[in-house]
């Protein structure tokens, strides 16, 4: 059992089921006192239920206040794993761009806002931002996603370099293909890109306590991104043609 989440006050949303759910049951396994979140009540009860946890149902950008009453005062870690995947291209619908941007940026954001106040008065705080491999690399056939997903690592990266200093852990967890209904969601650009390698959410749960005792920010549940990522970095270029002859293979099995 970890020493470093026993008894702490855990916040995980959408734990409905999926990466939400593995990262709940985990934390209550580590003996962290856990508030799971969802939008929709019947999985956010049926979850708490399960794993003898605080269910807060409703959207994740507006549930802090009431999970830190939940949890007797404070918040300890704060897992932002709600997200939407929102496939589509540069011609998707702004409200698509606009929903991830709003579910996978601007509600981290919200509740960074909402921590940050009590996280630096107090010198400690965890914040665990559940981002994907296309926050680092990209995602085919999934515009709104891979750009959202970007802007979410960007916002882990400047928590992280801004606040570490003053106490605060942040932890960017970014898996490729995990078997949940996200990646059933993904369809055929998912078939062909990510389930080959997919890997289940307590795998990601693993990686994530893994990465939180040795103090590491970037969390590889595939730790084949590495290279990719280094890839991209060094030779622009040759990654962008590489992914491109993925574009056109996946636009030869009909999108």
């Known amino acids: 059992m970890s020493t470093t989440v026993q008894g702490a006050g855990v916040v995980v949303t959408g734990a409905g089921g999926g990466i939400?759910?593995?990262?709940?049951?985990?934390?209550?396994?580590?003996?962290?006192?856990?508030?799971?979140?969802?939008?929709d009540p019947g999985r956010t009860k049926a979850i708490a239920d399960e794993i003898g946890a605080t269910p807060v149902p409703g959207d994740a950008s507006a549930i802090v206040e009431e999970a830190r009453e939940a949890l007797g005062g404070t918040v300890d870690v704060y897992c932002a794993n709600a997200g939407l995947a929102s496939p589509g291209d540069a011609f998707a619908d702004e409200d698509v761009?606009?929903?991830?941007?709003?579910?996978?940026?601007?509600?981290?954001?919200?509740?960074?806002?909402?921590?940050?106040?009590?996280?630096?008065?107090?010198?400690?705080?965890?914040?665990?931002?559940?981002?994907?491999?296309?926050?680092?690399?990209?995602?085919?056939?999934?515009?709104?996603?891979?750009v959202s997903k970007h802007g979410a690592y960007a916002f882990a990266e400047w928590l992280s370099l801004t606040y570490r200093h003053r106490g605060l852990k942040v932890h960017a967890i970014c898996p490729q293909g995990v078997r949940t209904d996200m990646l059933?969601?993904?369809?055929?650009?998912?078939?062909?890109?990510?389930?080959?390698?997919?890997?289940?959410?307590?795998?990601?749960?693993?990686?994530?306590?893994?990465?939180i005792e040795a103090d590491r920010f970037l969390i590889?549940?595939?730790?084949?991104?590495?290279?990719?990522?280094?890839?991209?970095?060094?030779?622009?270029?040759?990654?962008?043609?590489n992914m491109s002859h993925i574009q056109q293979k996946w636009e030869g099995t009909g999108q």
């Open 20 to 39: 939400g759910a593995a990262l709940a049951r985990r934390f209550v396994a580590e003996g962290a006192r856990v508030v799971v979140n969802d939008i």
């Open 184 to 211: 059933t969601a993904a369809g055929t650009a998912g078939e062909l890109v990510l389930a080959p390698t997919a890997i289940e959410p307590e795998d990601v749960a693993d990686a994530l306590f893994e990465g």
């Open 220 to 241: 590889l549940p595939h730790p084949e991104v590495a290279g990719y990522y280094r890839a991209r970095a060094s030779d622009p270029e040759r990654w962008l043609n």
């Open 97 to 146: 761009w606009a929903a991830a941007w709003d579910v996978n940026v601007m509600a981290h954001v919200r509740a960074a806002r909402a921590l940050l106040p009590d996280w630096l008065e107090r010198g400690q705080g965890r914040f665990v931002s559940t981002v994907s491999a296309a926050g680092l690399l990209t995602m085919v056939g999934a515009a709104p996603y891979s």
